[in-house]
């Protein structure tokens, strides 16, 4: 499975953007982890791709929405309010099916990787 994030972008604080990440084929769950340099990945959202069950980083919540087109394999990233803080390169990972189910906020949970889009906040 291939995936391919796009939308990123320069925008200022308090704007918003939002982020699609494409799956070639079908998944279990789809995550968004971002990445500063010199940082460890971070995890933002997640989204169950049968079910639609989101789940976010305690940093975004309230601000970053989580959602998918299961019939077009696409996942959206809503990112609103945005701030500096949330300046990074974001990617897409995704879930093998029929795995069990376990801790989609843990990198080591997904079996692909997209590449990323870089999303900067200026203040």
């Known amino acids: 499975v291939q995936l391919q994030a796009s939308g990123g972008g320069l925008v200022q604080a308090g704007g918003s953007l939002r982020l699609s990440c494409v799956t070639s084929?079908?998944?279990?769950?789809v995550g968004w982890f971002r990445q500063v340099p010199g940082k460890e990945r971070e995890f933002v959202a997640s989204v169950t791709m049968s079910a639609g069950s989101t789940a976010y980083a305690d940093s975004v919540k309230g601000r970053f929405t989580i959602s998918r087109n299961f019939a077009n394999n696409t996942i959206f990233l809503q990112m609103n309010s945005l701030k500096p803080e949330d300046t990074a390169v974001y990617c897409c990972?995704?879930?093998?099916?029929?795995?069990?189910?376990?801790?989609?906020?843990?990198?080591?949970?997904?079996?692909?990787w997209g590449q990323g889009t870089k999303v900067t906040v200026s203040s």
């Open positions: 990972a995704a879930r093998r099916l029929f795995r069990p189910m376990g801790t989609p906020s843990r990198k080591e949970y997904y079996d692909y």
């Open positions: 084929g079908r998944t279990q769950v």
